[in-house]
């Protein structure tokens, strides 16, 4: 674990650098993806989601839930890197809305997306 200073505008700005974010997107599908078929499946999802998101196990049941019902848009039962990426953009996206344009000092993982983001702020400088 790492302590950053993140705001908002930190983590939208991640997103919005396309290369950046697709690269980090692709390295976590990879991490959920633990038996390489190239879906998440609900399991992966849901043992894999506590690695990146800062969340307490019945937050994360239920987002599993809420993930599968909104963004498995075929229905099929997994998550594809297609569906996975909208995920994690509004993912990020809730997030920036919920630190907002203060900097906050965060508890990260080293692997998570928002680490990803502080380090993509700090590359530009
Ligand atoms: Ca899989
Ligand atoms: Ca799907």
Redesign the pocket.
């Known amino acids: 674990m790492a302590l950053a200073v993140v705001n908002g505008p930190t983590v939208t700005e991640f997103v919005e650098d396309k290369q950046a974010f697709e690269t980090s997107v692709k390295e976590c599908f990879e991490m959920l993806d633990t038996n390489g078929d190239g879906?998440i499946s609900r399991d992966e999802l849901c043992a894999g989601i506590c690695k990146f998101m800062t969340q307490t196990k019945q937050e994360m049941g239920n987002l599993c839930d809420s993930i599968f019902e909104r963004f498995?848009?075929?229905?099929?039962?997994?998550?594809?890197p297609k569906?996975f990426r909208s995920l994690m953009e509004e993912i990020m996206f809730a997030m920036a809305r919920g630190i907002g344009n203060s900097p906050v000092l965060m508890v990260l993982d080293p692997e998570s997306l928002l680490m990803k983001a502080v380090q993509h702020e700090y590359a530009k400088k």
């Open positions: 879906e498995d848009e075929n229905k099929n039962g997994s998550i594809d569906e």
